[in-house]
């Protein structure tokens, strides 16, 4: 019911694309990240969309692309 973290290792200095989508594809949640020179970084998704309101339970999946390389991830958010 709260926030997820989200962490991130990637080249410091580099910049990473995120997004949430839901299991039908529609982007929920984007972001543009400055990766800082350690190359961690830590955010949190609170379970919003990016146009406010909130969103129900379900399935959703993060994909993030760093220098060329894509990972995704499964979330399953509870409310």
């Known amino acids: ?5 989200l962490y991130l290792r990637a080249a410091g200095g580099s910049v990473a694309n995120a997004r949430i989508v839901d299991v039908a594809g529609r982007e929920v949640r ?7 020179a ?3 970084l830590e ?4 379970g919003t969309p990016a146009r406010g309101g ?4 379900g399935v959703y999946f993060l994909y993030v ?3 060329g ?5 499964r979330l399953v958010l509870f409310r």
């Open 1 to 5: 019911s709260g926030s997820v973290r």
């Open 30 to 36: 984007a972001w543009k990240l400055d990766v800082p």
């Open 38 to 40: 350690s190359g961690s």
């Open 43 to 46: 955010w949190s998704w609170d």
């Open 54 to 57: 909130s969103r129900g339970g």
């Open 65 to 67: 692309e760093a220098g």
């Open 69 to 73: 390389v894509r990972q995704s991830l």
